[in-house]
């Protein structure tokens, strides 16, 4: 999808069913290449649930779109601007969500694959230092940039305003 919608075409926010968002988007991709309809984009962002995006010249074109398939539940009226949608599908770095005491899985490097808590974040430097959770006779930790890291479950504590202090 373009940075800016070109004049002739809008967004359109579909409704769909939870959970359902990324294979509607697949149906209606199918649809409009089936039926050459002049869709220009399908954006299903993982941060909306219910939603899809369509750019379409018209509502007469969503409406051919998505009419009769499974899951969804109309569209809604209304104008959508591209700012609004890009907040959900422009990347975040990792860093900026993680806190400490989650559980993250290190996705790249000498340690791929092990199971680690989060017991420091060095933002300045993008570096997370981490206490692995692999059976080991003594806490190991170790930093690793904050890139090769992946949250599998959040911290209950929410300790998100002490970044830079090691948790005891």
Same mark, same amino acid.
């Given at each position: 999808?373009?940075?800016?919608?070109?004049?002739?075409?809008?967004?359109?926010?579909?409704?769909?069913?939870?959970?359902?968002?990324?294979?509607?988007?697949?149906?209606?991709? &199918? &649809?409009?290449?089936?039926?050459?309809?002049?869709?220009?984009?399908?954006?299903?962002?993982?941060? =909306?649930?219910?939603?899809?995006?369509? @750019?379409?010249?018209?509502?007469? =074109?969503?409406?051919?779109?998505?009419?009769?398939?499974?899951?969804?539940?109309?569209?809604?009226?209304?104008?959508?601007?591209?700012?609004?949608? @890009?907040?959900?599908?422009?990347?975040?770095?990792?860093?900026? @969500?993680?806190?400490?005491?989650?559980? =993250?899985?290190?996705?790249?490097?000498?340690?791929?694959?092990?199971?680690?808590?989060?017991?420091?974040?060095?933002?300045?430097?993008?570096?997370?230092?981490?206490?692995?959770? @692999?059976?080991?006779?003594?806490?190991?930790?170790?930093?690793?940039?904050?890139?090769?890291?992946?949250?599998?479950?959040?911290?209950?504590?929410?300790?998100?305003?002490?970044?830079?202090?090691?948790?005891?």
């Amino acid at each position: 999808m373009s940075k800016e919608t070109t004049p002739q075409t809008r967004l359109y926010a579909v409704r769909t069913t939870a959970g359902q968002e990324a294979n509607v988007a697949l149906l209606i991709e &199918r &649809r409009a290449i089936a039926q050459k309809l002049p869709v220009k984009a399908v954006v299903a962002p993982d941060a =909306v649930k219910g939603y899809v995006f369509v @750019e379409a010249p018209g509502p007469h =074109v969503v409406d051919l779109a998505v009419t009769g398939l499974k899951h969804v539940k109309g569209y809604v009226t209304g104008k959508i601007e591209f700012a609004d949608v @890009e907040k959900f599908i422009s990347p975040k770095p990792v860093i900026e @969500e993680l806190s400490l005491g989650d559980k =993250v899985e290190i996705v790249s490097g000498p340690f791929r694959g092990m199971k680690a808590k989060v017991v420091r974040i060095d933002k300045a430097r993008s570096e997370v230092t981490l206490e692995l959770l @692999e059976k080991i006779s003594y806490p190991l930790p170790i930093t690793v940039n904050a890139e090769y890291v992946k949250v599998i479950s959040k911290a209950s504590g929410g300790s998100e305003g002490s970044t830079e202090q090691e948790e005891v």
